[in-house]
């Protein structure tokens, strides 16, 4: 029996997971004789030193978002080079790597996350390891701290990044552009244009959003009741209220939802999200073919989603301040909505399929 170590970053519920999760469904529905296993790093170094990293991440995107933004851009978004070393990286996780390798004995190793990846690679080109490892990028650009070269396959988000993996010199064999893994329990859809009066239903992704934003972009007196706004509260309890408390019908909060088919049947009622450009949704949009509407990004790697996505012209664009304006603007134009939809089928019918793709891996390897 084959054993598969996954390997996010943090305990804290992000894409980094999600990723993991999707991919550990998707092994065992190809082999359910497969031993999955995900990992956290920190489970070998130091919980105590794993909840201060999450806390202090947490504090420095809410209270110093423009502060984050630059050392992350500094950090992990300078231009590439081959073989570059991070040795505070190296001297924090490098020995309990091999530990984790050691104890664990996988016979492929699959990185969600930067770090994992960096310190594969650097293992694998000094020749201490020799087990195949597979990185699953979960944003669409791909930072500088991703282990690249000594890589055996590289699930690439796009086109883009294909290409940039061969600009690193990055064998083609050993590219697959699959996106970025969605979970299987979110479907296809092959949506088809219906002409539709409103109201119109809107998903809003708010979990996210304090109060004051909400009640900026929800002010009910100057809605038009032609969209019908279906807010994601997720685990924001003081949203929920707040969102009960407006006592209308065009606004509906929905509390937390762990059910991945629950959450596949809601996309399945609406025509839009409105989201901030996490990779969850985009990509769980790009599977269900649904527009996506962006609202402003989290310093880091939403902006370069953000960017990624505007150039695409893969999002629908907020004129001024004005949502509802907006969004109306694109629902009820025909015309529009046919050519975005045709913009996104042949954007999703191009990604290779992530089945066949870990199929032939395992037969290979």
């Not at 004051?212 to 279906?230: A, P, Q």
């Not at 989290?298 to 989603?305: S, V």
């Not at 909505?337 to 913009?343: C, T």
């Amino acid at each position: 029996m084959r054993k598969i170590l996954i390997l996010p970053f943090l305990q804290m519920p992000s894409g980094h997971h999600q990723v993991a999760d999707a991919l550990s469904t998707y092994l065992k529905a190809i082999d359910n004789r497969l031993e999955i296993k995900k990992v956290d790093i920190f489970h070998y170094t130091s919980r105590l030193a794993e909840q201060a990293s999450t806390y202090l991440y947490l504090k420095a995107i809410k209270l110093m978002p423009s502060v984050y933004g630059l050392l992350y851009r500094y950090n992990a978004c300078r231009v590439y080079e081959t073989n570059k070393r991070y040795f505070f990286y190296e001297q924090l996780f490098l020995k309990r790597m091999k530990k984790l390798i050691v104890q664990e004995n996988p016979d492929i190793i699959i990185c969600t996350h930067c770090l994992p990846s960096y310190l594969l690679n650097l293992l694998k080109r000094n020749g201490y390891l020799s087990v195949p490892v597979i990185n699953a990028y979960t944003d669409y650009f791909i930072n500088t701290v991703w282990g690249i070269s000594d890589i055996d396959l590289h699930l690439a988000p796009s086109d883009e990044m294909k290409h940039f993996l061969e600009s690193r010199a990055v064998s083609p064999e050993k590219i697959a552009v699959t996106g970025i893994p969605v979970h299987p329990h979110i479907t296809r859809k092959m949506r088809k244009i219906v002409k539709k009066v409103s109201p119109f239903h809107v998903l809003v992704s708010g979990g996210h959003l304090g109060v004051g934003l909400v009640e900026k972009l929800f002010d009910v007196t100057n809605l038009s009741g032609k969209i019908k706004y279906f807010v994601l509260c997720g685990k924001n309890q003081k949203l929920f209220r707040k969102i009960t408390s407006f006592h209308t019908s065009i606004l509906e909060p929905i509390s937390y939802i762990s059910s991945r088919p629950e959450m596949n049947r809601l996309y399945e009622q609406m025509d839009l999200v409105l989201s901030k450009p996490g990779w969850i949704t985009i990509s769980e949009c790009f599977q269900k073919e649904l527009p996506l509407c962006l609202l402003k990004a989290l310093p880091g790697q939403e902006e370069w989603n953000r960017h990624y996505l505007l150039k695409e012209k893969l999002t629908i664009p907020i004129v001024g301040e004005q949502m509802e304006k907006s969004l109306l603007l694109f629902l009820e134009d025909e015309k529009a909505k046919q050519q975005f939809q045709q913009r996104l089928s042949a954007y999703v019918s191009e990604l290779e399929n992530i089945n066949v793709v870990l199929q032939e891996f395992l037969i290979k390897h």
